[in-house]
């Protein structure tokens, strides 16, 4: 029974998320309350192990969380049923936005989606804020990686990693 939850529920991730990888996380968080297959921090974990691998992030959680969930198979099935959506809408897209590229309604649901996409991303940012609210040490790092974003842009690789080591050096100390 997981195996079909699993195919249904990352089939419907790849069919619905626009956006790139990080528009995932919406769906992955619906996930980890509705069947617990993960808890809040391992999302947390696997968005932030995802981002530093190799590999499309949506794609590199839904292995993760098909193997956390249900294995080898689960990680396999997971992965396969999230790309699957994206293999066929983008054959089909590709040939009709070729026809009506320049159709002022293609165009406009374009532009549409870019707002929705960063709606749902900063619905799911403050979701997952809401568990570090209490930790004044996250909070500090949050704050200055905030200020360091503002002064200089830098590579998100760079944040992630000097978030990474700020964690390690706090967890080895205190």
């Not at 999302?43 to 995802?50: D, E, F, G, I």
């Not at 900063?122 to 040490?137: E, H, N, Q």
């Not at 996250?138 to 990693?161: E, G, H, N, R």
């Amino acid at each position: 029974m997981i195996y079909l939850q699993l195919v249904l529920e990352f089939f419907k991730i790849g069919l619905f998320s626009f956006g790139g990888g990080y528009a995932t996380i919406p769906f992955l968080y619906h996930i980890s309350e509705v069947y617990k297959w993960y808890s809040l921090d391992e999302l947390t974990q696997m968005v932030a192990v995802a981002s530093i691998t190799p590999g499309p992030v949506g794609i590199n959680v839904a292995t993760y969380a098909g193997l956390k969930s249900a294995g080898i198979l689960g990680s396999l099935l997971a992965t396969t049923s999230e790309m699957l959506p994206s293999l066929f809408l983008v054959i089909i897209v590709s040939k009709l936005l070729r026809k009506f590229s320049d159709n002022f309604y293609v165009k406009s649901i374009i532009e549409t989606l870019k707002p929705i996409s960063c709606a749902l991303l900063t619905a799911v940012a403050i979701g997952l804020l809401k568990p570090s609210l209490g930790d004044i040490k996250a909070m500090i790092l949050l704050t200055v990686l905030l200020i360091i974003s503002w002064k200089s842009k830098k590579d998100p690789l760079f944040y992630i990693l000097f978030s990474a080591l700020i964690g390690v050096i706090i967890r080895t100390l205190i």
